[in-house]
């Protein structure tokens, strides 16, 4: 065995910190503590039931486990050494909340302009957005979006709301838009 490429117990797990960890780590305990404080709430511990089958053994294990890692991670983060960048970090993240806004704005026009609709606005939307919006990137994403829907609520037959705008199309159409549009 080649002694070289052998590693220390501390080399195995030394940790590489990058911007904006300790803020992670901060907003990952808060989360982590404010799931525990919510639990006896939201969860019961039934009379003559093995621990185990409990209906709250289970999700407390898992919170109970998540603070633990939060608090060590936490830990871990004040013992290290501050990187520079934070902020800018942080700035990040915030930059990519812009497109949750996009799919809660395309969670709000499903239903009132039709899965089809409001899917094909959205992945067009979405390919311009990133700068991509060459013929061939739009064709195919209204491509992908005929397929999704078609596989979403035909095959599949999931049941999603129909938009509002589907009641002003003829009869025949109508039906067939409502079901598989």
């Not at 503590?33 to 003559?48: H, I, N, Q």
Request: hydrophobic fraction near 55%; charged fraction near 15%.
């Amino acid at each position: 065995m080649d002694v070289a490429h052998i590693k220390t117990l501390q080399e195995l797990f030394r940790r590489y910190r990058r911007p904006g960890d300790i803020v992670f780590a901060v907003l990952f305990l808060a989360f982590a503590l404010f799931l525990l404080w919510k639990l006896p709430g939201e969860t019961v511990w039934a009379k003559r039931t093995k621990w185990f089958a409990q209906p709250r053994f289970w999700p407390a294990v898992a919170v109970g486990g998540m603070v633990l890692f939060a608090s060590l991670h936490f830990i871990g983060s004040l013992c290290s050494k501050r990187i520079p960048g934070r902020w800018r970090e942080v700035g990040f993240w915030l930059v990519s909340l812009e497109y949750v806004l996009y799919f809660l704005i395309y969670v709000v026009l499903v239903p009132q302009i039709g899965y089809l609709p409001a899917t094909l606005l959205f992945t067009i939307f979405l390919t311009v957005r990133v700068g991509e919006a060459t013929p061939l990137n739009l064709v195919a994403a209204g491509v992908f979006s005929i397929a999704v829907v078609v596989i979403f609520r035909a095959f599949l037959q999931v049941k999603i709301p129909a938009g509002h705008i589907y009641e002003a199309l003829p009869d025949g159409i109508r039906a067939f838009a409502l079901t598989y549009l």
